[in-house]
C-alpha cells in the first residue's frame, strides 16, 4: 500500500508512519497549553522529528468532546507562523489539522504537505475546490456531529459499516472532484461522536474500512476510552495507547499513527517489524 506526501511515495507496507501531535492550542484535551507559543511548538516539533516522527500534525483549533470552534484570524495566528518557521527545517512531512479551507489553502502555501480535516471535507464547501485546485496529501476523518455536541448520545445501526460507507463516499467525491486517489488516508475517528463500545468495534473491525484500499490513519493516543477501559487518569494512558497500536500492527489494520509520545511508538513499529521480518526469515513459507 503506498501513500503520496509531497515528492515521497511511502510504502506503508514496509512500515507504519508516525505523525507526531502538535497542538497550537490553550484547549486541547491532552496537552493544551504546553507548546501554545509560537518557539515552543517549533522546538518540540524539532524534537518530535529527532524523536523518529515522520510527519508532525500541527492544529490550531482544539476538537476535544465539547470544544468550541475558534474564528479563522485565531486559528491562523496560531498555525502559520509555526509552519513559517518550520519549512525547510524539517525533513519529515508536516501535515495541519483544520477544517477551514482559508486555513488549509494558507498553510499549503508556506510548505504544508498534508491536510488533516476531521470533517472529511464537510464543514467547509469549500475545501473541496481547494482539494481539487492545490496538490496536496489529505486525511479525511469520520465524526458525527461537531465537536460541541459529538458525545451527547451518538448512535449506529452498526458502526463499521456506517463509517467505512461514509470514507469510502467522501473518497470518491474528491477523486471525482480531481484529486489523486493516491494522496487521500482515512480516519475512522476514535472518540469522534463514538460510544465506548463504537470505539472498540471500529478497533477491531477494521475489514470493512481495508477494502476501501486506501491507508488508514488511526488516532488513539491517551483518548477517553482508554480512561473507561483502564481507569486512569489522560498521563497514565501510554501504556492502553501502545497495547491498541500493538494489536493493529499485528492485524496489519492501520498504516498511521497519530500520536502524543512518539519516541514510544517509533521504538514499538520497529521492535514489531523487526520481529515480524526475522519470524518470516525463519518460517519462509508463513
Known sequence: MFWKVKDKLFNLTERPLVMGILNV???????????????????????????????????????????????????????????????????????????????????IDLGAHIINDISALTFDPAMLELAAKKTCSWVIMHIKGTPANMQQNPFYDDVVSEVSSFLSQRYQIMVMAGVDPLSVSIDPGIGFGKTYDHNLELITGFTSLKKIGLPICLGVSRKKFLQ???????????????????????????????????????????????????????????
Not at 32 to 48: K, P, T
Not at 250 to 279: N, P, Y
Request: glycine share 6%; proline share 4%.
Open 25 to 107: 492550542t490553550p484547549d486541547s484535551f491532552s496537552d493544551g497549553g504546553a507548546h501554545f507559543s509560537i518557539d515552543s511548538a517549533v522546538d518540540h516539533a524539532l524534537r518530535m522529528e529527532d524523536q523518529g516522527a515522520d510527519i508532525i500534525d500541527i492544529g490550531g483549533e482544539s476538537t476535544r468532546p465539547g470544544a468550541l470552534p475558534v474564528s479563522l484570524d485565531d486559528e491562523k495566528a496560531r498555525v502559520l507562523p509555526v509552519i513559517e518557521k518550520l519549512a525547510g527545517r524539517l525533513t519529515s512531512c508536516i501535515s495541519v489539522d483544520t477544517t477551514k479551507s482559508q486555513v488549509a489553502e494558507a498553510a
Open 228 to 286: 473507561t477501559l483502564l481507569g486512569r487518569k489522560m498521563e497514565e494512558r501510554l501504556a492502553g495507547t501502545l497495547a491498541v497500536l500493538s494489536y493493529s500492527l499485528l492485524h496489519d489494520s492501520a498504516q498511521i499513527f497519530r500520536v502524543h509520545d512518539v519516541i514510544q511508538a517509533r521504538d514499538l513499529v520497529t521492535t514489531i517489524k523487526a520481529l515480524q521480518s526475522f519470524t518470516m526469515k525463519q518460517n519462509p513459507i508463513l
